[in-house]
C-alpha cells in the first residue's frame, strides 16, 4: 500500500467511480455518473481509496447517525485486491462508526462471510433483497 492514498475526499470526477463500479460489473442498474455522486454525496461516510490520483477503491456508510450505520459499497479494483486495501478502507468506516456509538453491519453476498468474519463482523439474520421489476 505504499502509493495508496485513503481519503474522505471524493474523486473530482464521478466517472472515476463510474468506471470502477464497471470494471467490477457493479454497474448492472446503469447508473449515471450523476447517481453515483449523488449515492456518495448522501452517504454518513465515505473512505476512497486513490493510487496516483486514480479511483482504485471506496466503501461507504449510510446511517441516521444513532444507531445503525450500513456498510456498502466497498470494493477495489480487481489489479489492487488481497494488498490490504479493502481492510483498510472497512477498518476506517468501523473506527468512524464506532467514534460515534453507531454501530456497523453490513449485508453481503453469499462467500464473503469469512472475509468480513475476518474483521469482527458476525453472521445474526437472514438478509432479503427486492429485486426491480
Known amino acids: 500500500m505504499k502509493h495508496i492514498r485513503l481519503t474522505t475526499e471524493p474523486p473530482a470526477n464521478f466517472n472515476l ?8 460489473g457493479w454497474n ?3 447508473l449515471t455518473v450523476k447517481e453515483l455522486e449523488a449515492m456518495c454525496c448522501q452517504s454518513w461516510y465515505a473512505v476512497y481509496a486513490y493510487d496516483h490520483g486514480r479511483l482504485i477503491g ?3 456508510v449510510i446511517s ?5 450505520g450500513i456498510v456498502c459499497g466497498l470494493c477495489v479494483h480487481p489489479d489492487f485486491q488481497s494488498k490490504g486495501i479493502g481492510a483498510a478502507i472497512l477498518g476506517q ?3 468512524y462508526c464506532e467514534h460515534h ?7 453481503c453476498t453469499e ?23
Open 93 to 95: 468506516l468501523i473506527e
Open 28 to 30: 448492472s442498474l446503469q
Open 111 to 133: 462467500g464473503l462471510e469469512a472475509y468480513y468474519e475476518k474483521h469482527g463482523f458476525t453472521k445474526f439474520t437472514i438478509g432479503m433483497t427486492r429485486t426491480r421489476t
Open 17 to 24: 467511480l463510474k468506471e470502477l463500479y464497471e470494471v467490477l
Open 101 to 107: 456509538r453507531v454501530i456497523p453491519q453490513l449485508m
Open 58 to 60: 471506496m466503501g461507504r
Open 64 to 68: 441516521d447517525g444513532i444507531i445503525t
